[in-house]
């Protein structure tokens, strides 16, 4: 992909009364069109399965485990999106502690895990556009009552062969991340990204691969008005995509399908492909990767290979290939520049 060269427009000189001067002001263009750093991004979901609501001592692990990983990202100037489903939402409230605006407090963004209509697809139990988009709003109501609903805009999964792009507008969420194999099930197989793509291929084992395969194709955020196709609409959704997967799973050497070692080979990796994106990439459009972090990983064990990964993403943001932002902070940036 070629890219244009970035130019510095100068906006004027604003004087003080006493005619003093204050500092230039610069905005980085891209011809006539603003250039936008490569943002970075975390996704770690409080899960469905969890048993946070009815059980307080996991409850309590999950919070140590959360606030430690702020701690470490803190460290490194990082920041953590951390996105729940009912179970943690509810232990917040039934335990007294509300960890998720703990999280918006220390800096970094919160939005609604929403594990539906994928479990009924696969047992061919379809779910209506108005079940899962109440299914929906029950998830982000929990969310909303404790950070409050302007600071909870966005829904992480809910693909199925039901429209979740209808559900998701009709339960109010602004964008979907956490975009994988399992979004594509709505879609009509002949307008799918790629012919591999079909129902029993997704249904099987695919559901959590990242779409489209090319990553590149995927970088960049986009509106949807409907699941007619995968190709960016002028009006919609905003589709927050950029998936690379488990963070402990970009090394080729790993072996494992899961719960695989966190290395530092992984972090390498990462490393590798951020820097190639950055090369390729648009610089005049919003463009994005996520890497997943589960809550589970931010163990003590994990501390070095932690510490090297922050440590490794701080010199990209300082030498100017990356900028760390929320989930929510990204997708606002978009709707800046495309109202």
């Known amino acids: 992909m070629r890219k244009l060269l970035p130019s510095i427009i100068v906006l004027g000189l604003l004087l003080t009364s006493c005619g003093s001067q204050t500092p230039l002001q610069t905005i980085e263009t891209t011809g006539t069109s603003q250039s936008y750093p490569l943002y970075f991004a975390t996704m770690t979901h ?44 509810e232990g917040s409230s039934t335990w007294g502690v509300n960890i998720l605006q703990e999280v918006l407090d220390r800096g970094h963004g919160v939005g609604t895990h929403c594990d539906l209509g994928f ?15 109440q299914q929906m709003e029950e998830n982000k109501a929990l969310v909303d009552d404790l950070v409050g609903a302007e600071n909870n805009h966005g829904c992480s999964g809910a693909g199925s062969t039901t429209d979740w792009v209808a559900a998701a507008q009709t339960a109010g969420f602004d964008y979907i991340n956490g975009i994988v194999g399992m979004h594509l099930l709505a879609i009509p197989q002949e307008n799918r990204p790629d012919p591999t793509w079909t129902t029993e291929y997704i249904l099987s084992g695919g559901y959590h691969d990242s779409v489209p395969t090319e990553l590149m194709d995927r970088i960049y955020l986009m509106k949807l008005a409907d699941l007619a196709d995968f190709e960016a609409d002028k009006t919609g959704i905003v589709i927050s995509n950029g998936e690379l997967g488990l963070l402990d799973n970009q090394s080729d050497a790993q072996t494992c399908a899961t719960d695989c070692p966190l290395t530092n080979a992984d972090v390498d990796a990462l490393v590798e492909t ?12 919003v463009a994005k990767l996520t890497t997943y972090l589960p809550v589970n990983i931010f163990d003590s064990k994990n501390e070095d290979t932690l510490q090297y990964f922050f440590s490794e993403l701080q010199k990209l943001q300082k030498d100017g290939i990356i900028e760390w932002s929320s989930q929510w902070d990204i997708v606002k940036t978009y709707l800046d520049a495309n109202p």
């Open 119 to 133: 479990s009924s697809a696969k047992k061919g139990k379809e779910l209506t556009v108005d079940q899962l988009a």
């Open 274 to 285: 951020i820097k190639s994106v950055n090369e390729q990439r648009d610089p005049t459009r």
């Open 46 to 89: 409080m899960e469905g399965g969890f048993k946070d609501d009815t059980n307080q001592d996991l409850f309590n692990l999950h919070v140590d485990q959360l606030r430690y990983g702020m701690d470490l990202a803190e460290q490194y100037d990082a920041i953590l999106t951390i996105e729940s489903e009912k179970p943690f939402a």
